[in-house]
């Protein structure tokens, strides 16, 4: 080793990375520019330059194309949680008394917000929303008084639905779109579609617990289908049961193929293709759910298996609730062929969706608002998931496994084999802590030892303080 005094450009890198260490700098965060670092040490470009490809050379840093230098992530410590064996048989669901007091919970301000999937209000356009509310109530003022009679939605907010999914290269048909009540009602729909009371659906597991309280309701039974933390559902043992005689009687298969909640896995391009193609094999239906379809992390927004259904099996559920309007409740879904019964579904239960919201949020995609919005909001939900990760790492004991969601806003924690995480928030809620444990993301009540954390909302002192009161919890479990 050179025992010569550090060059200018080294002494400029050591102090940018003692800002990163020290926590000044937050993973994901922009570093200053070329010219504002030449500008604030005094130093030439081309010294500049030198010290920002240092810091990238040592993983510190990492460049995006025509966004500048942002300080790196953080390499995990701590593993990922492993995939969990399901038991082969169907089964009904049950987990009302759970979900209602993690309700309330959300409801109550003296609780850390770490249960529920919410995000935060401000994070939202909320002025912008409201000019556009007032335009379209200048502009149609019937829209107030009148029945809505269109079940299937807004002519003009299907249409920016449709050129929303063509930009990503998804071809979905106006006619087929339905607007719902939220994501949550497109699911009951589409499960109606494709089954009865008494059929059985394969679903994926872990899976959203409130898409479990769906079916229970539609007294459907469901098989679980295994999920690897990052790279989605098991398409082999999904295969596997399809091929066998119990697969005869399934309906359908139900999915979250980009960033599924709870553990933020996702399907790749290729697996998508052989998942379309083996329900199509098999003639089942494929209800997919695309809720944070938008909310990628880095790099282009992935495409949804409604990209690669031919012959209109697959049913695209989505909404605005997670990434532009949590309060409009307006939600969507592409039915393919289960369209007429859809409609008809859909009229029964609960008719039109109000048309007020519809036009407001059509109004705010057609002035090319949303697409400036989500690159905000994807900011801001990397930023928190990093975050919330690295309190995780410290706060929690050292064989706590982590997900790595590449999108969404969600974490996936799996704990040691002994911990029971109901038990585990009976004592959390007494301090002011809230997550949702494990078992309320199977049918058959797996995952005892693992919970999901909410990434929504920015890491508040508070917030953090509940992070570590969580893991000092754990540890005395241990």
Known sequence: MSDSAPTLYEIVATDLAGLIAGGQLQPLERVPSVRRLAAQHGISITTAVASLRSLEDRGLIEARPKSGYFVARRKPQLAEPGAVAVPRGARLVGAQAMLRRLIEASLDPQVARLG????????????A?????VSVARRAPDLFAAYALRTEGSPALRTQIVRHYA??????DVDELVVTNGCSEALHLAVRAVAQPGDTIAVESPTYFGFLQTVENLGVKI?????????????????????????????ACVTIPNFSNPTGASLSVRRKRELVALCREADIALIEDDIYGDLQHQGP?????KAFDRDGRVLLCSSFSKSLAPGARVGFIAAGRYRDSLRAAKQVSTGATAPLQQEMIAEFMRSGGYERHLRKLRRAFTQQVERASQLVQAAFPADTRISRPQGGFVLWIELAAGIDTLELYERASRVGVDFVPGSLFSASGRYGNCLRLNCGYPLTPSAEAAIRRLGALIRKSA
């Open 223 to 251: 098989v679980e289908i295994p999920v690897h933390p990052r790279e989605g559902l098991s398409i082999e043992q999904l295969r596997g049961l399809l091929e066998s005689r119990a697969g005869r009687e399934i309906r």
């Open 167 to 172: 930009h990503l290269g998804a071809r979905i």
């Open 301 to 305: 927004r992935p495409l949804p298996c």
């Open 116 to 127: 529920q999937g919410i995000p935060d209000a401000a994070l939202f356009p909320q002025r």
């Open 129 to 133: 929303l409201q000019r556009c509310l």
